[in-house]
Structures are given as structure tokens and as C-alpha cells.
């Protein structure tokens, strides 16, 4: 990132050409390059129309413009937004009269929210589900970005960070000052309890990441069995497509093909993979090899099985629906198989999509969207949970030890929310985002 004090400019809003275009501006100089490109500033959060010029005062164009004075602004700096209409070439003269001003730079990627996240805007849980709310594609990735963009993930891990911050104090107050005749002897031995329960629900917390994580990433079906099959031709029915190749060759699939699904608001992933065989062919083993892989991290496993050879389904570990495929063939039994269908008819594909929804909806059922979504979070989780573990096992020993548990464990939540000692996460978290944001 560049110096924090420059004045940083950038187009905001989506893909041009578009009705509309915003253009952001941020920084010490904001109001004053409004002044050299609209004339004036206008009142603060109140739109004007106003006439935008270049560097020789010929219209740019007529723009609705925005301030927000700092610190009551996105970055906590003075803001200016201009609304203009959105075409390439409008876009392109506004951008170039911005570069033209002394004391403006254009805005690396994430570098508004990162000026917001150090001026106290917000944190980086917060920082995080915007960028979650720009991808979102489900209605459930909405929600769950926007209860983190909200700050409730926040405020559960600051109550947590209090709760062992006031353990400490009270172990702390037992050691400092046990001369003194008001206080009383052992009295940290009454917050125990607590620090036991705040760890329980971590841990229950960090229990529900792979709930966030199907939520966020996506619920992950692997479609898996012998070559022919029929799992290319169910992708494509499923995804309605031709995503995958469909011959009569075996071994057609390779490699993994992957397609998303928006199922009733939910995301999912699902996974066409190499057809399980024995082969001598290096790159069909191969295939199989990560096949194998994939059928390991399945939230749920797809197993099919040509009903005209009369073999069963292959039973995996884990969540599997076993499905009887090529059924408008006649010659299968139902009772095989959990499901007959037909890809080339589509009977059964409905039933079948029901039956993956719930699935998905009864490993869902209850979940809080107060959830940890990304592997920082999750192990900082962790890490707060083995300090606490750490002063639990120290408690009957010398005070100090428990004492510098629980702050390191208050000190690991902190880094969650970016509250201590984050310094060389910004980077990494805030290039994600795109430019603009």
C-alpha cells in the first residue's frame, strides 16, 4: 500500500457501460479537487447537480455529487463521490482530470476499506463480509456476509475477549494485592466456571465453521462410479448444460469438472469426476487418483450405477445417496438403489434435486449464521481455545500462569477482529477486494 495520507480516487461501481457510474474520492485534498472539477462542495450528505469540467473548463459532465465530511464517512476521511452517467469515454475524462490534480493518486485494490478499517470504520471481520457481500451469489451468502459485515460476528468475539480480560483482572487482583484485608483469598477460584463456559462455547462456535463454510463455499456433492455410468450426462442435467463431454468411450472424464448451483439459496458445488477403474492410462490414474481425493472432503456423494449391467452402486463413507442410472431402459430394481434415474428423460432428476436439498437443509437445520467462514478466523479460534485450555491446567499453580494464559487467549481474539498486533494481515486481506472498494 501506498502512503495512508494520499488522496486516492477510483470508479466504485460495476462494469462499464452502465446506467451509472460512481467515482470515489478520499482524503485530505477530496474537497478541494470537487471544487476544481464541480466549482463547489455541496452541504455534506445532501446530492447536488452539479456541471463537472476538465482542466481547460469544458464539461465533463452533469453529475449528481456527494460529500461526506470526515470522520462520519465510509473511510472516516472527507469523501466525494461523483455520480456520473456511466459511459467509457465520460468514465475516462473524469479519471483523467482526478490524476491531473496535484496531491491524487488511483486507489490500489481494498484501499477504502482498508482506510476505513484504520480509522476505526470497522474491523476486519466487518472488512471481510463486504468483501463476502460483493461475492455473494445466494441469498444465504447474503445473509451470512451481512451478519458479518453487520458486526454481530464482532460483538461475540469482543463480549469473549472481555469475559477472560475480567478473569485476568480478577487473578490479577488475588496476586497484587493479597496483603490487603479486603480482599478476599482465592477469589479467582469463583471465575473459573466462567472461563470454562466462555471455552465450551468456542468451542461450539469453532464446531460450526464447516456450517459457515458450506454456507459461504458451498455445499459440496461429488457425482462418483464406474466409466459410463451416466455421470457426465447427470452434471449436465442437473447443472442444464452440456458442461461435460458425453460419449460412449470410457474414461471420457479425465479430470474433475465442477459447476455451481443455486438451490433454493443455497450454494452448491458439484463434482463430475473420473470414472473409478482399474487403467494403465498415466493421466486416467491420474483422474482417479484426485477423484479419490475429492470423494474424501464430500459433504455428500452421488453414487452411480448403470442399471443394464445389473452391479450395485459402490457404498462410500459418509453421507451417499446410491442412484440407479440409464432407468428408461427398463431392467432395474428400485429396491438396489435409492433413487432410478434418467438423464436423457429426466425422470427422477427432480426427485433427486429434493433429495440433495434435504440433505443440505438437515445439516443446516439450527445453525446461527454467527459463524467463523475463513481458515484466519478458525485458527485464531483455535488458538484462543488452547491458551484457555493452557490457564485451566495452570489454575491451581502460581497465579502468573494463568494470568498470561487467558492473555493470550484474549489477545488471540483480539487478531480476529484486527483489534492487536494485525499488521501483516492488512495486505493480504484487503488485496481481495477490488478496486474501488
Keep these: 500500500m501506498s502512503a495512508a495520507g494520499d488522496t486516492i480516487y477510483a470508479l466504485s461501481s460495476g462494469a462499464l457501460p452502465s446506467g451509472v457510474a460512481v467515482v470515489r474520492v478520499s482524503g485530505q485534498e477530496a474537497f478541494s479537487c470537487c471544487r476544481a472539477i464541480a466549482g463547489d462542495v455541496p452541504e455534506p450528505r445532501k446530492a447536488r447537480l452539479m456541471t463537472l469540467v476538465d482542466g481547460e473548463g469544458l464539461p465533463i459532465d452533469t453529475a449528481l455529487v456527494l460529500a461526506f465530511q470526515g470522520p462520519s464517512s465510509f473511510t472516516g476521511e472527507d469523501c466525494i463521490e461523483f455520480q456520473l452517467h456511466g459511459g467509457r469515454a465520460v468514465v475516462r475524462a473524469i479519471l483523467d482530470r482526478l490524476s491531473a490534480l496535484p496531491g491524487l493518486r488511483h486507489a490500489e485494490a481494498g484501499e477504502f476499506t ?46 469473549w475477549a472481555r469475559e477472560l480480560t475480567h478473569a485476568r483482572a480478577m487473578i490479577e487482583a488475588e496476586l497484587d494485592f493479597s496483603d490487603e484485608d479486603d480482599i478476599p483469598g482465592s477469589v479467582s477460584a469463583t471465575i473459573w466456571a466462567d472461563v470454562e463456559d466462555v471455552a465450551g462455547r468456542i468451542e461450539k462456535h469453532i464446531a460450526g465453521s464447516r456450517t459457515g463454510e458450506i454456507i459461504r463455499d458451498g455445499y459440496r456433492v461429488v457425482i462418483a462410479g464406474p466409466p459410463n455410468a451416466g455421470k457426465s450426462s447427470l452434471l449436465n442435467a442437473l447443472a442444464r448444460r452440456d458442461v461435460a463431454i458425453v460419449t460412449d468411450v470410457a474414461g471420457t472424464t479425465r479430470d474433475v469438472l465442477e459447476v455451481y448451483l443455486d438451490l433454493d439459496g443455497y450454494a452448491v458445488r458439484l463434482c463430475d469426476t473420473a470414472g473409478l477403474r482399474e487403467s494403465d492410462d498415466i493421466v486416467e490414474a491420474e483422474g482417479m487418483r484426485r477423484a479419490r481425493a475429492l470423494l474424501e472432503n464430500a459433504d ?14 459402490e457404498r462410500f463413507d459418509g453421507e451417499c445417496l446410491r442412484i440407479g442410472t440409464k432407468a428408461d431402459g427398463g431392467n432395474g430394481s428400485e429396491a438396489e438403489f435409492d433413487l432410478l434415474i434418467s438423464s436423457r428423460t429426466g425422470a ?8 440433495i436439498k434435504a440433505r443440505l437443509e438437515a445439516r443446516l437445520t439450527g445453525a446461527s449464521l454467527s459463524l467463523p467462514v475463513r481458515d484466519r478466523q478458525v485458527g485464531y479460534l483455535r488458538e484462543t481455545l488452547g491458551h484457555i485450555e493452557a490457564a485451566l491446567v495452570a489454575r491451581d499453580r502460581s497465579p502468573e500462569l494463568p494470568a498470561e494464559s487467558l492473555r493470550r487467549a484474549a489477545s488471540a481474539l483480539g487478531r480476529i477482529t484486527g483489534r492487536v498486533d494485525v499488521e501483516d494481515l492488512l495486505d493480504v486481506i484487503f488485496s481481495s477486494f477490488c478496486v474501488g472498494k
Design 114 to 159: 482498508r482506510r476505513a478499517f484504520e480509522n476505526g470504520k470497522i474491523d476486519l471481520v466487518e472488512a471481510e463480509g463486504l468483501a463476502d457481500m460483493i461475492a455473494a451469489e445466494t441469498e444465504m451468502q447474503r445473509r451470512l456476509a451481512l451478519e458479518q459485515a453487520g458486526g454481530g460476528l464482532s460483538e461475540l468475539y469482543e463480549g
Design 300 to 313: 455428500l456423494i452421488l453414487s452411480l450405477s448403470d442399471i443394464q449391467t445389473g452391479d450395485a452402486a
Design 348 to 355: 427422477g432428476i427432480d426427485r433427486l434435486v429434493a433429495m
